[in-house]
């Protein structure tokens, strides 16, 4: 297999450049960046293709500038695929809420059913693994049809009870940024009822929300889950960053928890 190296020469030289065209071209980029860390000096140029040495995130980004090149790639020939960014942060625990910061449109692709059993009824409950005929590869770029800029990805900490047993602990969460008013009037059950996603001095939460009045705002957590509702003024303590309209959770993460706290 070609190394990465070995692949940057020959881009350079498909485009007939010299170490010392790659070495000029470099200074004016660090100049731009103020950096001398863009530069690509000629020995170090010559050890990145024929030794196999690492260029460092400054000297790769002047190669990719001056090759023409896409640095997702690139990091790809080095080994690194970024795709792998969201499977690779699922399998690390997190105990404290935080929202997601992938790109929905980053390079990648998802694993997706490409086609279902004809005969099933999506109106009721379905084992989908039992039914899918066919799985595949999806770019994500395909997804812009669902439009998901208008939506961020949160993530509820594995500690975090608050919204228990409604949300559960490790649950994945949709946000929609456009509803941030507080609707704290008109449903008829507890699900029917918004509950929104918070940014605070300690970080961030999930719950229902109550206006007091205008500059007061309390967080109510769900009664089963023993939690206390917390009370912030606002907006000078608390920003609402939208409402959860979507939600993908693992059943029974609370045993996990109390059976690993146990186990310590």
């Known amino acids: 297999m070609e190394e990465a190296g070995q692949k ?10 010299r170490y010392r065209d790659v070495e000029e071209a470099s200074l004016r980029i660090a100049q731009r960046q103020r950096s001398d860390e863009f530069i690509l000096g000629l020995s170090r140029l010559a050890d990145i293709e024929n030794k196999g040495v690492l260029p460092t995130l400054y000297r790769l980004y002047s190669l990719c500038a001056i090759y023409r090149l896409d640095p997702i790639e690139v990091m790809r020939w080095y080994g690194v695929d970024v ?3 969201p499977s ?3 399998q690390i625990e997190v105990e404290r809420t935080h929202p997601i910061g992938f790109n929905p449109n980053s390079h990648g692709q998802v694993t997706m059913p490409l086609s279902l059993d004809p005969g099933v009824d999506l109106r009721r409950t379905t084992y989908i693994s039992r039914v899918v005929q066919r799985w595949g590869k999806l770019p994500l770029m395909l997804l812009d049809g669902l439009d998901l800029e ?6 509820i900490g594995t500690d975090d009870m608050f919204m228990y047993p409604m949300l559960q602990p490790g649950s994945l969460v949709l946000i929609d940024e456009s509803k941030r008013k507080v609707v704290d009037t ?3 059950s507890e699900y029917e009822r918004p509950i929104y996603f918070l940014e605070h001095k300690e970080g961030w939460a999930v719950g229902w929300c109550h206006m007091v009045d205008s500059n ?3 967080l109510h957590p769900h009664p089963a889950s023993r939690c206390s509702p917390l009370f912030f003024k606002y907006p000078q303590e608390i920003e609402i960053i939208g409402q959860i309209t979507g939600v993908a959770m693992r059943l029974n993460p609370v045993k996990k928890r109390r059976a690993r706290s146990a186990s310590g």
Not at 150 to 155: A, L, S
């Open 88 to 90: 690779d942060a699922a």
């Open 150 to 155: 208008e939506f961020r990805y949160g993530f």
């Open 8 to 17: 940057l020469k020959r881009v350079r030289e498909r485009l007939n450049l």
């Open 216 to 218: 007061q705002l309390v």
């Open 186 to 188: 008109g449903w008829t």
């Open 83 to 85: 795709s792998g960014l």
